[in-house]
């Protein structure tokens, strides 16, 4: 079968001329640039159903939720956004939490669930709890956000009751007869249960907190108490007015929760939890939980605060009893992931850096057992599914281009992993249940996102979004000045692979001496030179006459444990030895002005940026720093320490790696950019630099935005800033023509 959406196409609206200039304000308007987005891509269990959530024409930021119907061919809209909510005020949460999964633009239905047999969706929308049975509804409303802002929802196994948590505590709402019980009652003040931590939300890729199991009797959940934490009062500076926030923020080697595992009985009369003890520390992360398939058990996983060791260990609830399943241990740090998935016979799959690169590994019933299902000097991702009665594995990795992300399958009895995923580029997959079908988007610098339905050995069943650069698509009339990157490495000290993209403007000439914008991420966790469709505002750049270079240093992810190792206890050391690697070795091109680079950052990259500026201000034109930390000990625990280990024990690393010891080394030209809200890298980081460099007499130029989160997210602050960004490096490394 292969059926081909047209009218996914999304083209411009009827009589809308196409832009022919790329401009900021068209960047970050209606209708995107790079076609229509669709969010929240999921099959159905069954493989019968696609569902997504798509912006509309004139608001792409605002949501409903369409799907696509297998058998037919059909797509619709199943929910109105605007026929059930009006968009009310978020609470102080759920604000956050959207800001923490990067979503706080959005509006509408931005998130959503299905019931584990497909027959029902569930999802959130302005603080009340709404359930659409499939296929054709109505939405029925389960709880009022009257009585309290609803926040993560979840339908029991059975299908029969739905969780969700309101006013710190746990609560149920019984399908059947609409009836809503409170399981837990003691939330409230700084006690909350059912919901995730700030630093497991931030850091620990961790948003749940709370687990049904799997015959939906009964309800793990964590209980946390932040009365240890310290209380930080800060100022977030709206247009308006101030308001003072009192956050509980576990700064570098202070205090985290008290943590608690209880299982509750979801049909209890008057429920009372059974705690399950998480060891003789009390300062550990509750990592990840679930259930053992039989349900009789936990499993959970707990991490030490310094994060060299993680356990996963199975508590039987019976009796008590625990074991220990198996033991993760690294001299620098061991990495979370969310690729435990537990096999017939009391098995499960699991991944390891135990080699040094993630690999995939079987592990017997006691854990002890062990065999390797895939190895090489290349990564895991992560696991997409699994089918144990077929006996096959799909799994995301770049085996083939580090540069890239491929869709591979291999068998759970062993043997060659088998890439099922079509075309050079970056592909992100979304299975059904067991694999029998699976979403496909990819991209590369040519192409923006397109969108797949494919089986289970990749072969195209269904064309989603077609997404082709053509006709009335918004980029189409953009395209002839659509600048592809060119691709490349460059040596470390050590001799590590330096991995680089270069853009080069319309019009190109080698014997022309070119201005650099440099633009780079530079910290763990993200891998910014790969090939996926680009930020459009690269190509911006690159029209305005830059060449545009980024570089990958050591310490980001994707290359292996040793080269993201490089940079422990040492943050602000190698990134910026690797950074001056790349400019030097632009400034040894024929094309490049050596006296005219300059560098750009947000939140890491901000930091990156200032250290380049501070310690290599001689060859550092101008820099932008957006959002930068600027002393590591203003930062979170559990991000900060797995890198730079605790305060106590590295006192001297801490020290070099905050931006003060380097100050009187920033001499060129600064942008300082910060949401004066901020919640992730507070205010503070720029408010004791600007102190700092006025002290000295240091001149800098600065943009603040009253009201404005880490992300900046609002569209008119993304255009405001990215002006701002644009005009800086202009007046400062011009002419450009």
Do not use: C
């Amino acid at each position: 079968m292969r059926i081909v959406l047209a009218a996914m196409t999304l083209l411009l609206a009827a009589g809308a001329a196409p832009a022919t200039e790329l401009t900021i304000e068209r960047i970050y308007g209606d209708p995107p640039l790079a076609g229509p987005t669709l969010r929240g891509l999921k099959v159905s269990p069954d493989g019968s159903r696609v569902t997504f959530l798509r912006g509309r024409e004139d608001d792409q930021n605002r949501q409903d939720l369409w799907q696509y119907e297998v058998e037919s061919g059909q797509t619709r809209r199943l929910v109105d956004a605007d026929a059930l909510g009006g968009g009310a005020e978020l609470s102080a949460e759920e604000a956050a939490r959207r800001e923490r999964l990067r979503i706080a633009a959005l509006t509408g239905i931005v998130d959503y669930l299905y019931a584990p047999d497909g027959s029902a969706l569930l999802f959130p929308l302005d603080g009340a709890l709404w359930h659409y049975p499939l296929p054709d509804g109505p939405a029925r409303r389960l709880a009022d956000a009257a009585d309290g802002f609803v926040t993560d929802p979840a339908i029991s196994p059975a299908g029969d009751r739905v969780a969700f948590v309101r006013k710190q505590n746990l609560h149920v709402v019984d399908l059947a007869d609409g009836a809503i019980r409170a399981l837990t009652t003691d939330g409230g003040g700084t006690v909350s249960n059912g919901s995730a931590e700030f630093i497991a939300q931030e850091e620990m890729d961790r948003h749940e907190g709370y687990w049904w199991s799997p015959d939906g009797s009964r309800i793990a959940f964590a209980r946390i108490d932040e009365s240890r934490v310290p209380l930080q009062r800060r100022f977030e500076i709206q247009a308006g007015g101030v308001d003072t926030v009192e956050q509980r923020y576990p700064g570098t080697g202070q205090d985290n929760v008290d943590i608690q595992l209880g299982v509750v009985e979801v049909a209890a009369q008057r429920p009372r939890p059974q705690w399950i003890d998480l060891g003789p520390s009390t300062d550990i992360y509750l990592a990840r939980v679930d259930w053992r398939p039989d349900g009789q058990a936990v499993w959970f996983q707990r991490q030490s605060r310094d994060q060299r060791r993680l356990e996963l260990i199975e508590a039987e609830l019976a009796d008590n009893r625990q074991r220990v399943l198996l033991t993760e241990t690294a001299t620098t740090w061991v990495n979370l992931h969310n690729d435990l998935r537990p096999l017939p016979g009391g098995g499960f799959l699991w991944s390891s850096e135990r080699d040094g690169w993630r690999h995939l590994y079987v592990h017997g019933a006691d854990g002890g057992r062990q065999r390797r299902l895939t190895r090489g000097e290349w990564a895991v991702d992560t696991v997409l599914a699994v089918d144990a009665e077929a006996g096959t594995v799909w799994f995301a990795g770049n085996r083939d281009d580090v540069l890239g992300r491929q869709v591979y399958a291999v068998p759970l009895a062993g043997g060659e992993a088998r890439r099922i995923s079509s075309g050079e580029g970056w592909h992100e997959a979304v299975f059904a249940g067991k694999g029998a079908v699976w979403v496909d988007t990819w991209s590369d610098p040519a192409s923006p996102p397109q969108v797949r339905l494919r089986d289970r050995d990749g072969a195209e069943l269904a064309v989603l979004l077609g997404n082709a650069v053509e006709g009335d698509h918004p980029y189409a009339a953009l395209r002839g000045g659509h600048v592809l990157p060119e691709f490349g490495t460059l040596p470390a000290e050590d001799g590590s692979a330096l991995q680089w993209r270069l853009y080069k403007p319309p019009g190109y000439r080698a014997e022309r001496r070119h201005p650099v914008f440099v633009r780079f991420y530079g910290g763990p966790g993200r891998q910014l030179v790969n090939r996926a469709w680009g930020d459009l505002f690269d190509q911006y750049m690159a029209r305005r006459g830059f060449l545009v270079f980024s570089l990958d240093n050591r310490g980001t992810p994707r290359r292996g444990k040793a080269f993201e190792d490089a940079l422990f206890r040492r943050m602000g050391d190698i990134e910026a030895r690797d950074q001056r690697a790349g400019i030097d070795w632009l400034r040894g091109r024929d094309d490049v002005d050596p006296e005219r680079i300059g560098v750009f950052g947000w939140s890491y990259g901000g930091y990156l940026a200032l250290m380049m500026l501070a310690k290599h201000s001689d060859v550092v034109a101008a820099g932008a720093a957006v959002a930068p930390v600027t002393d590591w000990m203003l930062y979170d625990t559990h991000y900060t320490e797995r890198y730079m280990d605790h305060p106590l024990r590295n006192a001297e690393g801490y020290a070099a790696g905050a931006l003060w010891p380097h100050l009187d080394g920033l001499t060129s030209p600064l942008l300082l950019v910060h949401g004066m809200a901020d919640d992730n890298v507070l205010f503070t980081h720029s408010t004791e630099l600007m102190s700092r460099l006025q002290q000295r007499g240091t001149a800098f130029e600065l943009m603040t935005y009253p009201g404005g989160k880490h992300g900046l997210s609002q569209p008119w602050m993304r255009v405001h800033v990215y002006r701002a960004i644009a005009d800086f490096f202009e007046r400062r490394l011009g002419p450009v023509g």
